[in-house]
């Protein structure tokens, strides 16, 4: 089904004819194939007497020798590029587990169960947006894990911003707003022993060019909602990649200490009130920033407190 796909995605008219010829099907096959993809991917396909089949739209797909030549990442990061999978992070931990070696970066048109933070689930429309897992090997001990998904994140923010988003920013720990909505998420995980050798996959999920959407259960934007243009999706994975790598060099060599004040200065909630929700208590106060492991320090009734661990949500308070 996407092999047809690829025939239509120059955006130009083609007959069942020549759809059929270049697949080696009927026109009948073609035209049921045609409806199973609208069905599916959610692709709107004009059909005009005489013409042919155009997609409503030119569709740029990604492409894996595109991506590795502009990113020069080195020592390199091979691409692999997969149309459908539940989420990329289960499946670059798959191949892990069957003996692939890291690095390794995968990406993907589409997930049926992207996975997001707090078990949420990370709606992943077909050729729209960039779904990411970078796996790596971590060797070092703890001090190479610590604060390493803030790393990323700014890593994130730069790219964006550079691509012409430019009230991209961080809400602690690894969020990406614009404009209170959420643009991109960050989910990491871990196999091994962080104290000694361990993996992990750094999963980035990036609204690219996705317009609407009735799924997201959150208030979202996205590059193309922000920047007012569409987003060519193979620059913008190869950018982050060679962002990704400066990020996490430094990180490597310096530690996150080194880093904490640009997170800092690019963090959107940096002195405002909010409410950090874990499980059903809530604590209210005011950012006064992050410690140098990366974890929240809030202002709790004059005094501060210091706030790490993966379950942990903020809020903006009402009046902040
Ligand atoms: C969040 O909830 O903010 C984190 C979202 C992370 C989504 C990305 S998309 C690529 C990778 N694969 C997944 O299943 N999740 C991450």
Redesign the pocket.
């Known amino acids: 089904m996407l092999t047809l796909l690829k025939l239509l995605k120059d955006g130009k008219f083609h007959s069942g004819q020549d759809l059929g010829a270049a697949l080696g099907i009927s026109r009948s096959a073609v035209w049921k194939q045609l409806q199973q993809l609208q069905g599916e991917l959610n692709l709107a396909i004009h059909k005009v007497r005489g013409r042919g089949y155009q997609l409503s739209a030119p569709l740029e797909l990604l492409d894996p020798a595109l991506i590795e030549a502009q990113a020069a990442v080195s020592p390199s990061w091979p691409v692999t590029v997969l149309d459908t999978i539940d989420?990329?992070?289960?499946e670059a931990l798959r191949l892990l587990a069957g003996g692939r070696q890291a690095p390794f970066l995968l990406l993907a048109e589409r997930?049926t169960a992207?996975?997001?933070?707090r078990g949420?689930t990370?709606v992943?429309p077909f050729g729209e947006n960039l779904?990411?897992?970078l796996l790596l090997r971590i060797e070092g001990g703890m001090r190479q894990v610590e604060g390493l998904s803030l790393v990323v994140g700014l890593a994130v923010v730069n790219t964006l911003r550079e691509l012409g988003v430019v009230k991209a920013g961080l809400k602690w720990p690894n969020?990406i707003l614009a404009e209170q909505r959420?643009l991109a998420?960050?989910?990491l995980e871990l196999v091994g022993d962080p104290a000694d050798v361990c993996h992990v996959v750094i999963?980035?999920?990036i609204n690219v060019n996705m317009q609407s959407t009735e799924e997201v259960d959150q208030q979202w934007t996205s590059m193309r909602l922000q920047s007012g243009a569409p987003v060519d999706r193979n620059h913008l994975a190869a950018l982050l990649s060679a962002k990704l790598q400066v990020y996490l060099e430094r990180h490597r060599r310096e530690g996150f200490a080194a880093i904490q004040p640009e997170w800092e200065h690019n963090h959107l909630w940096q002195g405002r009130q909010v409410a950090l929700i874990a499980g059903a208590k809530q604590i209210e106060g005011k950012v006064l920033g992050i410690d140098r492991q990366g974890a929240l320090r809030l202002e709790v009734q004059g005094r501060e407190q210091v706030f790490s661990g993966g379950e942990l949500s903020l809020r903006l308070r009402d009046d902040s």
Do not use: V
């Open positions: 989420s990329t992070n289960a997930q992207g996975r997001g933070r949420r990370w992943s779904y990411y897992s969020d959420k998420g960050i989910l999963g980035i999920g």
